[in-house]
């Protein structure tokens, strides 16, 4: 027997009313891409299909290295939404791990549907999944960040996904998804520069995200990546809440 098979106290399946939920925190600022600053809370699901191994959330789908059914707890979806309307913000942004690995859960529509009773929902994903149709209704804007090489320990196949990518192009032609891709050096903007014409990504969407876990690493690849940038005709975000609170979990 499997977790989602598990019945909860209510004599309905556990698929049917949790998910796991590895943090639930606000308001705070979303810290980067084209909504840096706004105010939020952030909703942070368990599970990946991928295994970037610059990951810094490796605690919700990393087994060999974490427990993961312990980092990330099913939850009951009415208790998180009552914990998220609690932090009384506009938005609501559900990160993960890879948040549409869910989709498919009943647990998952009404955790849409009862959040987006409180205001905007945003969505992070990895940009392997495409959303169902319900996931399009709900969700307001999407943030899809497909991994490049430097992921370490995915095949191309796996981590990029032509017709995935598509369907978020007709949603960022829409104002409604951006592209943001973790770049460490200048090989790695390359790879980006070549994967937006490949797939034709609208450049005005894309944003170039520095790797880094400290302010002082952020900063630097900034300044360092920065002309190159522009060169290629996208956009730069910064990860303003390293900057501003550091590697901290829950903030
Ligand atoms: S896709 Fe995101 S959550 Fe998944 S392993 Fe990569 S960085 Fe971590």
């Known amino acids: ?70 980092e990330c707890p099913e939850q009951n979806v009415t208790a998180v939404c009552d914990q998220v309307a609690g932090h009384n913000t506009p938005l609501t942004v559900i990160t993960g791990g890879e948040p549409l690995i869910h989709q498919g859960r009943v647990a998952f529509i009404e955790l849409l549907n009862r959040l987006a009773q409180h205001g905007g929902i945003h969505v992070e994903t990895n940009g392997t999944i495409p959303p169902t149709e319900h996931t399009r209704e709900r969700v307001e804007h999407f943030t899809v960040s497909p991994k490049l090489s430097n992921n370490g320990a995915d095949p191309c196949n796996k981590r990029v996904k032509p017709c995935v990518l598509r369907a978020f ?49 952020i900063l630097a690849k900034q300044a360092t990546l920065a002309d190159a940038v522009l060169k290629c005709g996208l956009n730069m975000t910064t990860r303003m809440h390293v900057l501003i609170w550091g590697d901290r979990r829950g903030v």
């Open 169 to 217: 192009v007709e949603l960022a032609m829409a104002g409604r998804a951006n592209f943001k891709f973790v770049v460490s050096d200048h090989g790695d903007l390359a790879e980006v520069d070549h994967l937006v014409a490949e797939h034709q990504l609208p450049r005005s969407a894309v944003w170039i995200m520095p790797e880094g876990r400290t302010g002082d690493e």
């Open 1 to 70: 027997m499997t977790n989602t098979d598990t019945v909860g106290s209510t004599g309905r399946a556990l698929h049917e009313t949790h998910l796991p939920v590895a943090e639930i925190f606000g308001p705070t600022f979303q810290g980067e891409g084209p909504h840096t600053g706004r105010v939020c809370s952030f909703v942070r699901l368990g599970l990946c299909n991928l295994a970037c191994v610059f990951c810094d959330t490796p605690y919700t789908w990393d087994r060999a290295r974490f427990d993961v059914g312990a």
